[in-house]
């Protein structure tokens, strides 16, 4: 399936909503529900892969390697979070130029100090808003296309207040950030300034987490508030999360899975969803006896 590039996506008439993927059979999942791009969310590889927080301890390989999968799957657009490029400028181009040659669309980059956290988490610090601009600079010089897009976060609302942020953030878009996101705006009076302040100056992110800091709205309100893009970055693992401790009650108090049952899918509707005939088929193209042997 072809999609349009995330430029072209941003550059129509709609908001582009990007749900979280962790993995290439969650972001083949979202293909296949209709979306248009995904985000990979740091996050969610920390939640699934590691059990773990995001309070960065993934690695810019581990995070490389999980585009390559879901690249190897499917070529919907991927934006992906880079954290704080996982080092200083001269880090931040290496991780442009892997990200992008493993595939990625776009790559978040973020002004936290390391180590990282969630932005709806207590606790964060900030580095210097200079040293930012030098690490969106190296960005947009290492990249090997404009088509892949540079999204400059702030994390300043939580630790310096709205108008530091925005200060920050026009920092970022003069030092040529594709995409801005100000993480966490505490309320909608917050979201109405800054989404005002930029207004058909670039393309606006807004994320929205359950339970987080920032008031929850559906993307059609997002829209008309001023955002061309929104991310949920971790609704997939929350949804999992819930799923699996539901199954594992049930197994562990039924003893087997048909209590469960109408909630899954069983190893015939598995293996159509993934597409394993074709791909047997597709494969068996090359088996030996389909070759003579020329003696």
């Known amino acids: 399936m072809t999609h349009p590039l995330l430029s072209q996506q941003l550059a129509g008439d709609g908001i582009v909503v990007a749900p979280g993927v962790y993995d290439a059979f969650s972001a083949a999942s979202a293909e296949r529900a209709g979306f248009s791009v995904a985000y990979l969310s740091g996050a969610s590889i920390a939640y699934s892969r590691f059990g ?27 934006i992906v979070d880079a954290d704080t490029g996982f080092g200083n400028a001269l880090n931040v181009q290496r991780t442009v130029k892997l990200f992008e040659r493993c595939g990625a669309s776009a790559l978040q980059i973020e002004d936290q100090s390391m180590p990282k956290r969630c932005g709806h988490l207590k606790g964060k610090t900030l580095v210097k808003p200079e040293e930012v601009v030098g690490k969106i600079k190296a960005a947009t010089d290492a990249r090997a296309s404009e088509e892949t897009l540079i999204i400059a976060r702030t994390d300043a609302i939580a630790v310096e207040g709205l108008s530091a942020a925005l ?21 909608d009076d917050q979201i109405k300034i800054l989404t005002r302040h930029f207004k058909g100056r670039i393309p606006l992110l807004a994320n929205m987490v359950e339970g ?62 993934l597409g394993t005939d074709q791909l047997l088929e597709d494969g068996s193209r090359y088996d030996a006896e389909n070759f003579e042997v020329k003696k």
């Open 167 to 187: 200060d920050r953030a026009e920092m970022f878009v003069e030092a040529g950030a594709d995409v801005l996101f100000i993480e966490a705006p505490q309320d």
């Open 212 to 273: 987080g800091l920032t008031p929850m709205h559906d993307a059609t309100e997002l829209q008309e508030m001023g955002y061309k893009l929104v991310i949920f970055p971790g609704g997939l693992v929350r949804a999992r999360a819930r799923m699996e401790q539901d199954y594992f009650a049930s197994l562990k108090a039924a003893g087997w899975n048909q209590p469960f049952r109408d909630r899954m899918l069983d190893i015939v509707e598995l293996n159509e969803l």
């Open 52 to 78: 773990r927080p995001d309070i960065g301890l993934v690695s810019m390989d581990e995070v490389a390697q999980t585009v390559l999968t879901i690249r190897e799957r499917l070529d919907l657009p991927l």
